[in-house]
């Protein structure tokens, strides 16, 4: 089975700090994604990485970097977080195949910002 | 503009009683739908790949089918532990990226 961990479930962090958020895959997945999940609005992609040290951006890009320096973990950074950065964020993870690419989603990190 | 539809937002049935979930879409060129299943407070769980038309897939209670405009996630028999928010998302040919449709939730009373 995929697995897709997330460095923490429940994180709280004032306004301005910088907060990483880490995610693992053991499935040797070439290709890694960041969301946020806000109640109304869905899924929404922020970042993704289909091969080390490669990034690409998503819907929502402003105010999140990340970093990929091994296949297995991607992080998502907050360069100073904001009270509107509140939210779920969910990790995914996939590997390219002459299919469909399925996404296989780590249990999310809820942050809230004050 | 690609996009996914699902209907309807939300859907409360009876326990043993049937029902469906639709989700449509519109891209130029289909590489794969998928459903997923998300409780509250957790990350999506992947359920089906659906590639094309004509094409269905079951897991106990759950069948999914594919036309070449929508998918209908058919549930039969629910069971309360079905209650879930169910998602639906569709990949384009060449591309990383899934297009996702804001949900169905599915409340199953006993």
């Known amino acids: 089975d995929v697995k897709v961990t997330q460095s923490s479930r429940y994180l709280v962090k004032r306004t301005g700090e910088k907060v990483f958020l880490e995610c693992v895959q053991d499935m040797d997945h070439e290709n890694m994604f960041w969301y946020r999940q806000d109640p109304g609005l869905g899924l929404r992609l922020i970042y993704f990485s289909y091969d080390v040290k490669m990034k690409e951006k998503g819907d929502i890009p402003e105010g999140y970097s990340v970093s990929r320096e091994k296949k297995e973990r991607f992080s998502l950074i907050l360069e100073s977080a904001s009270t509107n950065q509140t939210s779920m964020y969910l990790c995914a993870s996939s590997a390219p195949g002459t299919g469909g690419d399925e996404q296989y989603f780590g249990p999310g990190t809820r942050l809230t910002v004050t | 503009e690609d996009q996914v539809t699902q209907s309807p937002e939300a859907l409360r049935l009876q326990e043993g009683e049937s029902s469906s979930l639709n989700c449509s879409y519109t891209v130029s060129g289909l590489r794969g739908l998928f459903w997923y299943r998300q409780d509250p407070g957790k990350g999506p769980e992947f359920l089906f790949t659906?590639?094309?038309?004509?094409e269905e897939k079951e897991k106990e209670r759950l069948k999914a089918t594919l036309t070449k405009k929508e998918s209908f996630l058919h549930i039969t028999a629910p069971k309360p532990e079905d209650s879930a928010t169910y998602l639906c998302?569709?990949?384009?040919?060449?591309?990383?990226?899934?297009?996702w449709g804001a949900g169905t939730k599915l409340i199953i009373k006993p």
């Open positions: 659906l590639y094309s038309a004509g």
């Open positions: 998302a569709v990949q384009e040919d060449s591309n990383y990226q899934l297009i």
